[in-house]
């Protein structure tokens, strides 16, 4: 059974940096799979920021790739998003999850995290 | 802003059937067979009950139940029973640089 969970700050301020980790367990990230970050907000829903793949290799919605940066650390079986130059418009629940599929980069994810509620406020 | 759209709301009794649409466009769902939905609980995470238009996740109820013709896509739910009484969200794949988009959501009401 895999399990995924969300850790880091719940309280960034406005032009900072947004860090969250995703740490795995029951599953080794070295085995497989893409590995997902999705927020979601009142305002613009459920919104998938980007997946990363054991290799580091990462795919970003075109949206947020000018910011956002995943990385993979295979050693601790986690992975890490952080969003660069927040505003309030970053202030959103951010999810981990995995895809059904081991070949699917984004589609179908069928094992999540609780979410992490991050606040962007001074 | 989503590039799906699903009414904001529907409702039912128990026992009764209920089906939620998800209207994407021809770069979406109409070019791929690639339709997700998700159940939320408040204060939950999302959880898949369908991918791939039809398919069900192992554990999922066989209450519901997906489709497609053309542009759009629908989930059905047989049955309606108080549990079932949550947030829905469609979602596509939309090709290799937007990946995946999801639809605003339906919140489900059991009357």
């Known amino acids: 059974q895999v399990q995924l969970q969300e850790s880091g700050p719940g309280l960034v301020k406005p032009s900072e940096t947004l860090s969250l980790t995703c740490s795995v367990s029951g599953y080794s990230i070295s085995s497989g799979y893409y590995w997902g970050w999705i927020r979601q907000s009142p305002v613009t829903g459920l919104e998938w920021i980007g997946s990363v793949y054991r290799s580091g290799s990462a795919y970003y919605s075109p949206s947020l790739r000018s910011r956002v940066t995943i990385s993979v650390d295979t050693s601790k079986n986690q992975f890490s998003l952080t969003v660069n130059s927040v505003t309030a418009a970053d202030t959103a629940v951010y999810y981990c999850?995995?895809?059904?599929?081991?070949?699917?980069?984004?589609?179908?994810?069928?094992?999540w995290g609780q979410g992490a509620l991050v606040t962007v406020s001074s | 802003q989503s590039a799906l759209t699903q009414p904001a709301s529907v409702s039912g009794s128990p026992g009764q059937s209920i089906t939620i649409s998800c209207t994407g466009t021809i770069t979406d769902v109409g070019r791929y067979n690639y339709v997700s939905w998700y159940q939320q609980h408040p204060g939950k995470a999302p959880k898949l009950l369908i991918y791939?238009?039809?398919n069900r996740p192992s554990g999922v109820s066989t209450r519901f139940s997906g489709s497609k013709s053309g542009n759009t896509a629908s989930l059905t739910i047989s049955g309606l029973q108080a549990e079932d009484e949550a947030d829905y969200y469609c979602?596509?794949?939309?090709?290799?640089?937007?990946?995946?988009?999801f639809g605003p959501g339906t919140k489900v009401t059991v009357l």
């Open positions: 979602s596509s794949y939309t090709g290799t640089t937007n990946f995946e988009v």
């Open positions: 791939d238009v039809y």
């Open positions: 999850a995995r895809p059904t599929r081991a070949a699917s980069v984004a589609m179908a994810f069928d094992n």
